[in-house]
Every structure is written in structure tokens, then in C-alpha cells.
């Protein structure tokens, strides 16, 4: 009977976006566009020089989907946590909310929904730079931008549900930073083949949507080890981390909303 | 409007609210007093279907707030103790937001909005930032955003705790006039003042049961007398002048810092007690109040902050 939707929560996220404008830009689009700038033109001159690129094409080429989908999972990323420490912790605005017409589930929803637009956003914003750096072709935009989104809202929902059981934020933040996203970028095959590493520390990479999202990217972007069902197999590591991720922030946000 | 018996909340082995009975009528404004701890948030927060029961059966508008959740919260309005107003919005956008919850349209909101802003008496800070609103600044905002939806019932948890004496003031002037339109106020207070300020009828709880039920007129003719005379000896000295003062007045309570005389005539008892030659370093005669049911009652004092 009511029109409540997860659809005026996004709305209310985005609102709250928009102050932060510049600071979602800056962060956003500056630390992958200092990436590129340093080791996608320096390391890559080397690597270039050397044996003449890496996994057959130049190196820029070889790191654009990487960069690009971790800009996305950032983006999006920042968006699930803050807001839902805002919600649970500092400000108790979901309590608020759950006092409406909407349900846990609409809430959790509206959240991810206004990390979904950022991740686009961001995944569209830095396209455009890695074209300009001559890193991808125009054509890649169909495949590459896809898939970076895939990952981007794949690890918000699984962040969604993670954020929303944290009690008090001591520390979360910088646990999270540490322990999750450095690994992720850093383990992932994001400036080498994932097999150049040891197999003790590969695994990382193979729990790392960052790592399914590129090597999909690759593959399709210029043909990298195309083998058709590893692709679906990364492409199933994502559905079944982003599905499970948000069953589970439901079940979560149900359960602190109506305690 | 609201109908529970039985109600019941529990968390874990802790029972918050332990069984208990109560209606609420179109139009009444009803009150839930007792001390901090007593139930009677957790009784407010299963009334806005915002937590499960744990046993018994609650009707809210004929339905039941656990299976009809988004159904009745549609229809009330929600003041909570922690205002979760959103400190880096405006006052206009806090509330324009808070009704798109609800799905309102715009069209409705933008009128409305501004009507909300006239009745919390904060046209002028509109477009200003929460974060730069006062106290009771920020109440009244919580109350006007309660209204958004336009509720048949208003709930509001400690309306008034922690703002100053004029603040209070305002924010009751505000209640009433909600009253007066025939909104159905629910409130929950440990202030003896505000329960009789603002509600036609109400239960005393304490430790998740309700001790007595009634208007505060009742309450306090069944449960305390006309008058109450108060004394002071000094901590030392008031247990033992208290065992010398028997026979006075109709009932007798010995606190640690005074003693309260339950009488008809306040003036005539303290002629009695100095009669009996114990000059009170301190003496007044005042109305009974809430505070003094509440006492004969549990035997304890509602702990001011």
C-alpha cells in the first residue's frame, strides 16, 4: 500500500554523495591515476624495453584491466562502509529508517544500489583516463567497463555484509584497508601474471575478486589465456561472492534492526 | 489503537518487559513512567515495530506490528531518546528525506516541509545544518520529522531529557497542540512533571511490570495523600527524629537526605512536628506528586539524572 522503496534510500545516499563530490574525484580517479602515471609508464617503459611488453601485448595494456576494475571495487567499496558505520554506529540512521514504511532489506538494498552508481561512475571516469593514456582501445570499453562493475559490486555487497557487523569502529577501517584491499591490490596479478607468485601466497589472489574481474578483463580485451571455462569460472567466483554477500547483509540487517 | 496483553521481551536471560497489559485509545495521550531501566523504551520500541515480541500479543491499528511491520509503521510517527537526525543535512533536507522513506511524493513533501519547519518554530534555520542546531533545536526537528507522514499515533521516547527548563517548555507547548488536533500521543518519561503534564492517563512500570495504572489525578489520590510535608535534619540526625515523629500524618518515608510526611494538611503537621520540639533545619509543604506514587509504590525514588 506505501510507495517506500530501497530506491528513496539510494536517493538519500546520493544526496549525501553529492556534498562529497570533490573528495569521491579526487580519491576515486587520483591514487589509479598515479598508478598509471608511475608504474604504468615507468615500470611499463622497462618491461617494454625488455622483452617487449608482457603476456604478448604492452604493458599498459596488460595492466589497464586490473587498474580499472580496482578502481571500481575502491569506489564501491567506500560506499558500503562508511555509510553502514554511519547507519549502525555513529549516527543510528538506519534506526531511523526502520521506523518507516521500509524494511531492513529495502535499506540494505538502497545502500548497495548508491554504491552501484558510484562504481559506474568511477568505472566510466577512469575508462576515459586509461584512454587517454593510450593504455586501452575504444573498443575495450564494451568488455572492460563490464566487467569492472562486475567485480566493483560483487565486493560491495560482500563489504555491505561485513560493515554491518561491526559493533564499534575501532580500527575497522584500517583493518579493513591493511589486511584487505592492500593484500587484494598487491596479490592479485594486478602488475604481473598471479603465476609469476609462489603458490603460498597465490591463493590470495584466487580469493581476490580483483583478480577473477582482471583476468576476465584480459581475456576479453586482448585474448589472455582464453580458455572459455576458466572465464565462466571467474565470472561464477563473482555471482556467488556478490549473491551470497548480499543474502547475508540482509539476513544482517534484519536482525540489528529488529532486536 | 494499540491493544497488548501479555507483552513480553526478553533478551537472552534478561526479561526487559515481563508480561504486560495495556490499551490505548483514538485521541488519548498515554503515558509510560518509570525509571531508567524499567522497560519502558523496549515497550515503545515493539509498540513502533521496530523490535519483536518475545511473547504475548500486540495490536497495533488491528494488526500485528511483527507480520505488518512496514503496514503500521506507515502509520505512526517515531521520536526516539537517540535523535538520528542526520547531522550533514539540512534541517528541510532531514525531513524532505525522512518522507521520501515513507514514499511520499515530492509534490506532497514540498508543502509539507515547510509546514513542518513553522510548527518546530524553525523556519529561519531551514536550509542550516543540523550540526548547527541546539539541543532543543534538534528535538523539536525529531518531533516535526515524526509528523511527516501525518501519524494517527506519535510516540516519543523521553521527549524532553537533557534539554534546559525553557526548552521543555516549548517543546510541551508543541505536544499539546499535536493533542489538541486529536493526534494519539504515546510517551514514555522518568519526569513526574511531564507525565502530568501531558498524558490523560498512564502506567507505572518498574523492572518490565506495570505497578499501577490510572490518570495522574488517580494515581495520586489512591496512592498518596493531599499534601506531603518534607523535612530536613540533616543526613545524620533524619532516621532517628524520623522514629520520633510516629503518629504524625497517614504514612511515613525516611530517605537518606529527608524525611516525607504523607498528610492532608502540610501547614498543621510541621506545627505537630516542632510542637514536639524537632526544629527542621529545612521544612516544605508541596503537592503530592507522581514522584511520591512512585515511591510508595517501589519503595525507590525515580534517580534524576
Known sequence: MSGASALSVAEYRLRNMWKWKRAIIFYGLGGPFLYLASIGLGVGSLVNANGGGLDGVPYLTFLAPALLASAAIQGGQDEVTFPVLAGFVWQKLFFGMAATSLTPAQIANGVLLASVVRIIFTALAYWVVLWGFGAVTLASAVVLIPCAIFAGIAFATFMLWIAAKVRNDDGFFALVGRFVITPMFLFSGTFYPLQSLPLTVQWIGWLSPLWHATEMGRALSYGAGAQAPLFWLHALFLALMGGAGLLLAHRQFTRRLTA | MIRASGLTKRYGEFTAVAGIDFAVARGESFGLLGPNGAGKSTTMRMISATTLRSGGDLRILDRDPDTHGPEVRAHLGVVPQEGNLDTELTCAENLYVYGRYFGLSRRFLRPKVDELLAFAQLEDKRD??????????????????????????????????????????????????????????????????????????????????????????????????????????????????????????????????????????????????????????????????????????????????
Open chain 2, 128 to 305: 542550516v545544518k543540523v550540526d548547527a542546531l541546539s539541543g532543543g533545536m534538534k528535538r523539536r526537528l525529531t518531533i516535526a520529522r515524526g509528523l511527516v507522514n501525518e501519524p494517527e499515533i506519535l510516540l516519543l521516547d523521553e521527549p524532553t531529557t537533557g534539554l534546559d527548563p525553557q526548552a521543555r517548555h516549548i517543546l510541551w507547548d508543541r505536544l499539546f497542540r499535536l493533542k489538541e488536533q486529536g493526534v494519539t500521543l504515546v510517551v514514555t518519561t522518568h519526569y513526574m512533571d511531564e507525565a502530568e503534564q501531558l498524558c490523560d492517563r498512564l502506567i507505572v512500570m518498574d523492572r518490565g511490570r506495570i505497578m499501577a495504572e490510572g490518570s495522574p489525578q488517580t494515581l495520586i489520590s489512591e496512592y498518596s495523600s493531599r499534601e506531603v510535608l518534607e523535612l530536613r535534619y540533616g543526613t545524620g540526625r533524619n532516621a532517628e527524629v524520623a522514629a520520633q515523629l510516629e503518629g504524625i500524618g497517614q504514612r511515613m518515608e525516611a530517605l537518606p537526605d529527608r524525611l516525607l510526611l504523607y498528610v492532608d494538611d502540610g501547614e498543621a503537621a510541621l506545627e505537630a512536628v516542632v510542637g514536639r520540639g524537632f526544629h527542621p533545619i529545612a521544612s516544605l509543604v508541596r503537592r503530592s506528586s507522581l514522584e511520591d506514587v512512585f515511591l510508595r509504590l517501589t519503595g525507590r525514588s525515580l534517580v534524576d539524572e
